[in-house]
């Protein structure tokens, strides 16, 4: 995940925003994803957004592209305590290496924590 | 239910000793892959497959082998561990290995611990 880079943690009150940060080298990625991993649980896929859009809405969760900073966000409204996770960008670089089919890129997961 | 299965969930061995990892899926995917997590590198692709007997190495093969004998299982075998391959496998498995956007089904996980 060296490529993919996110804070390591975020800690948040209930009821709050949340807002996990990543950033990207790779220019040629068309799709961004986010994944939730609860503990003890493999990757939920939240929300992804191709890569000629700016924002991404999806109940709770927005996620927004800049593409020029090579920066995305995943904003979580009203935060709850089912929201204490470890978050996962991942890129799609299968435009840059074909034969790689879908390889996913990694960030090293935000690990949120939601008190009450 | 549609789903990745991994096995064992944990698993603790000594050196040396060989060990599988299996991993199925039933949804009919054409593309496998295996990953590692380890505390602030995120997900490595380990090794990944395109469809039946198609194969290639990851960002991390070395001391792993696979084989995709059939579409459903893609196992992950480790000839001869080492301790520095004590880590979190995941297991994904996605329908299309070329469409553009194609979701990745990730197992449960395997915590495996080589002493």
């Known amino acids: 995940g060296e490529d993919v880079e996110q804070s390591l943690f975020l800690s948040v009150r209930e009821g709050d925003s949340s807002v996990i940060n990543c950033t990207y080298t790779d220019s040629s990625s068309t799709y961004l994803y986010w994944y939730k991993q609860e503990p003890g649980a493999g990757l939920q896929l939240l929300t992804y957004i191709f890569s000629n859009m700016d924002m991404k809405q999806d109940q709770r969760l927005t996620v927004l592209l800049n593409k020029k900073d090579k920066h995305l966000s995943l904003r979580i409204a009203d935060t709850q305590t089912g929201d204490s996770a470890i978050y996962f960008c991942?890129?799609?670089?299968?435009?840059?290496?074909?034969?790689?089919?879908?390889?996913?890129?990694f960030g090293g997961g935000t690990r949120v924590l939601v008190k009450p | 239910e549609a789903q990745v299965t991994q096995n064992p969930r944990y698993l603790i061995t000594v050196t040396g000793k060989k060990l599988t990892v299996t991993c199925s899926q039933n949804?009919?995917?054409?593309?496998m892959s295996w990953y590692r997590q380890d505390p602030g590198l995120g997900l490595r692709q380990i090794y990944y497959?395109?469809?039946?007997?198609?194969?290639d190495k990851g960002d991390v093969p070395e001391g792993y082998k696979v084989s995709r004998k059939e579409k459903r299982n893609f196992p992950l075998i480790l000839e001869s561990p080492s301790p520095n391959q004590t880590s979190l496998y995941f297991c994904?498995?996605?329908?299309?290995?070329?469409?553009?956007?194609?979701?990745?089904?990730f197992g449960q996980g395997t915590r495996l611990t080589v002493v």
């Open positions: 994904a498995s996605s329908f299309s290995a070329t469409s553009w956007n194609t979701e990745a089904f």
């Open positions: 497959s395109m469809n039946v007997e198609v194969t």
């Open positions: 991942a890129e799609n670089r299968r435009g840059r290496i074909k034969a790689a089919g879908n390889k996913l890129t």
């Open positions: 949804m009919n995917h054409e593309y």
